[in-house]
C-alpha cells in the first residue's frame, strides 16, 4: 500500500519528533518505507529517517507491506499531520 502525505507539523522533522516516528513504525509487522525524492528509507531506522531532512510541507510517499500494512499507512499520516 503506498499513499502520498503532505507533512504539516509546527516544526522541522528534528531527532525527537523522528524518534517518535521510528518508534510508530517499529510497532507494524509490515516493512515501512518514506519515499522522497529519489530516496527510499526503512522508516523503522533512526538513521535513514535522520537523513531525509523532513519538514513541515514536504510530500513523502509511505510505502508499507504486510499484514497490518493499512494500519501502519494510517496512523503514521496521522502522525504527519498533527498540527
Do not use: C, R, W
Not at 509546527?10 to 507494524?28: G, K
Amino acid at each position: 500500500m503506498k499513499k502520498n502525505v503532505v507533512i504539516h507539523m509546527s516544526n522541522s522533522m528534528e531527532a525527537t519528533p523522528i524518534a517518535h516516528l521510528v518508534q510508530l513504525a517499529n510497532q507494524f509487522e509490515s516493512k515501512v518505507y518514506f519515499e522522497m525524492d529519489t530516496k527510499k528509507v526503512n522508516a523503522k531506522s533512526i538513521m535513514g529517517m535522520m537523513s531525509l531532512v523532513l519538514s513541515s510541507g514536504d510530500t513523502i510517499t509511505i510505502d508499507a507491506e504486510g499484514d497490518d500494512e493499512e494500519n501502519a499507512v494510517l496512523e503514521i499520516e496521522k502522525f504527519l499531520t498533527a498540527v
